[in-house]
């Protein structure tokens, strides 16, 4: 076999690797690097499709089994382009699944807490509980966690250990104490962000920084005493920002990224504004939100692989929904200005965060689960369910908040409850176990 037919063998080999999301292939997609072929080894070098996404490594992992069907008597080496990728393939379970501990506990305490400010007749904590231990303990966990994986730095997992467990700390333990915890894990978190940044210093990635920076801002708000009705919004633009930026990512060729980047803009102004003149900064809030929205439903690249079919669809479909969702949290927002609590306050916050983050969470788990932790995650027709489930407590919950009637609002909110179980336990029974594979790498 000469050179060039080696070339054709390894690289349409490669072409059955696909990215889970965008159900692309990665030589398609541009991520091969080089090939070299010598007696001992084939060495291959990808692109990594994200600093901060840990999915490179399935990618590696998958180049490697793939190549190993054509490779016969040489080693097969596959290395990620300037990560710091660990030198034993896809830890087990077992290893990184403690961090997700503290995400898990808060997730389930949280809505319990909701579920009882709601009305509902449940042991839970305060549902001042509710608000941290959603967004730092459980989503800045999830989200530290998958950015240390990325990055490969161990020292970086200490980030979500002590956001998730400060949060829960400030309500079982001490409050004061577990806040300062919460805070630490909040700039670990930007150290792992700037690490992202320096290593691919572009739009995506100052907008990925940005979101870690407004956790920390929320998070000393929190630790200051500020009035929590001053410092939510700065918690609720982590992950609104934080979608943003890894949406610019794949989708910046689509369209400028000026549009998002100014309703980002707008967005941090109007957190900053909100203590001085709420009402202003609740509206502003909204029309950030519409901009955003608008954005990504025209130039998100889930416009075109929700053509495709099984999992590239599943994903495309959760994040379309969940712009739509928070095209309505900025409509609301944008109508009734400044709430503290009460029927709009509820529409506004929820279509945000389980209309919109629990959309993407929803949509994204068979894509990161399988990064994070080892494990193989098949798209499963069944998970359309729990999509649906989701859909369905929106409409009930907000439907209830813009009639008024709070029976209809604590059914959506249940309803929004059993989506979740539902999703937990559906993407529990498709895990399977992935063969151990030794990734050689130079």
Avoid: N
Avoid at 325 to 343: K, S
Wanted: glycine share 10%.
């Amino acid at each position: 076999m000469d050179e060039a037919e080696e070339e054709a063998l390894l690289l349409g080999a490669l072409r059955t690797v696909m990215d889970p999301e965008l159900g692309t292939d990665i030589v398609e997609l541009g991520l091969v690097r080089r090939i070299d072929v010598d007696d001992e080894a084939v060495r291959v070098t990808i692109v990594p499709t994200s600093p901060s996404c840990p999915v490179s490594e399935v990618i590696q992992r998958d180049a490697v089994e793939a190549l190993q069907k054509v490779v016969t008597g040489q080693r097969v080496e596959v290395q990620i382009e300037g990560l710091a990728t660990p030198s034993t393939p896809l830890p087990a379970l077992a290893v990184r699944g403690p961090f997700l501990i503290p995400a898990a506990i808060s997730l389930v305490i949280g809505l319990a807490a909701g579920l009882r400010w709601l009305g509902v007749d449940v042991s839970a904590p305060a549902p001042m509980a509710h608000a941290p231990l959603m967004l730092v303990g459980f989503l800045g966990t999830l989200i530290a966690l998958e950015r240390a994986v990325a990055l490969g730095l161990p020292t970086l997992y200490t980030a979500p250990v002590f956001l998730g467990g400060g949060a829960l700390a400030s309500v079982f333990v001490a409050e004061d104490g577990g806040q300062l915890v919460a805070l630490l894990g909040s700039l670990i978190f930007i150290v792992a962000s700037v690490i992202a940044l320096r290593r691919k210093p572009e739009p995506f990635a100052w907008v990925l920084t940005l979101g870690a920076v407004v956790l920390a801002i929320g998070t000393a708000l929190w630790v200051a005493g500020w009035p929590r009705a001053d410092l939510l919004m700065w918690w609720l633009l982590f992950p609104i920002i934080t979608i943003a930026g890894e949406r610019l990512e794949l989708s910046a060729h689509r369209g400028p990224a000026a549009g998002l980047l100014v309703s980002i803009a707008v967005l941090v102004a109007a957190a900053a504004l909100v203590s001085w003149q709420p009402d202003i900064a609740a509206r502003a809030f909204g029309v950030g939100l519409l901009a955003m929205s608008a954005w990504l439903l025209r130039h998100d690249i889930a416009r075109e692989t929700v053509r495709k079919t099984g999992l590239p669809r599943f994903v495309a479909a959760c994040l379309l929904l969940g712009y739509g969702w928070l095209l309505v949290a900025g409509a609301v927002l944008l109508i009734g200005g400044h709430q503290t609590g009460g029927f709009l306050y509820d529409a506004g916050l929820h279509a945000i965060l389980l209309g919109f983050v629990f959309g993407m969470i929803f949509g994204h788990a068979p894509v990161i689960f399988p990064a994070l932790f080892g494990v193989a995650i098949p798209f499963k027709p069944r998970f359309w369910v729990h999509v649906a489930l989701l859909q369905l407590s929106l409409v009930v919950r907000i439907g209830g908040d813009l009639a008024g009637l709070m029976e209809v609002r604590k059914l959506g909110g249940l309803l929004g409850v059993l989506a979740i179980a539902v999703f937990a336990l559906s993407t529990a029974t498709a895990v399977r176990k992935r063969k151990k594979l030794e990734v050689l790498q130079p």
